[in-house]
């Protein structure tokens, strides 16, 4: 399974921006299975949990420091994940990755060693 994230780019703060997560592969079965997660990691920092959704859309999660502003959504036609990314903050700054496995399950959505397969990443980067 691959992965390919996009969206990504230079904005002000109090913008908004909106990334992709599409999923491709001879390995690829049906997307409805697999949950996806963004993760960011900031220089120096540590990947940290963002948003995540499950396979049939029913269930999503985020981080209390993006709650209200960031929205994750998928189109299982497409093979693709967004999140919708506004009110955006300097400190939202960071490279975002996303990732996808068939086997998480509701309790653990928010780690990043439940997901297998992961993108390359996209930078967001938010001016004060």
């Known amino acids: 399974v691959q992965l390919q994230a996009s969206g990504g780019g230079l904005v002000q703060a109090g913008g908004s921006l909106r990334l992709s997560c599409v999923a491709s592969g001879r390995t690829l079965r049906n997307f409805r299975i697999y949950t996806v997660g963004w993760f960011r990691q900031a220089p120096g920092k540590e990947r940290e949990f963002v948003a995540a959704?499950?396979?049939?859309?029913?269930?999503?999660a985020s981080a209390d420091s993006v709650k209200g502003r960031f929205t994750i959504s998928r189109d299982n036609a497409k093979n693709t994940v967004y999140l919708q990314m506004s009110s955006l903050k300097p400190e939202d700054t960071a490279v975002y990755y996303c990732a996808a496995d068939e086997n998480v399950i509701l309790s653990t959505m928010r780690r990043s060693s439940s997901y297998d397969y992961w993108g390359q990443g996209t930078q967001v980067t938010v001016s004060s």
């Open positions: 959704i499950r396979g049939n859309g029913g269930s999503t």
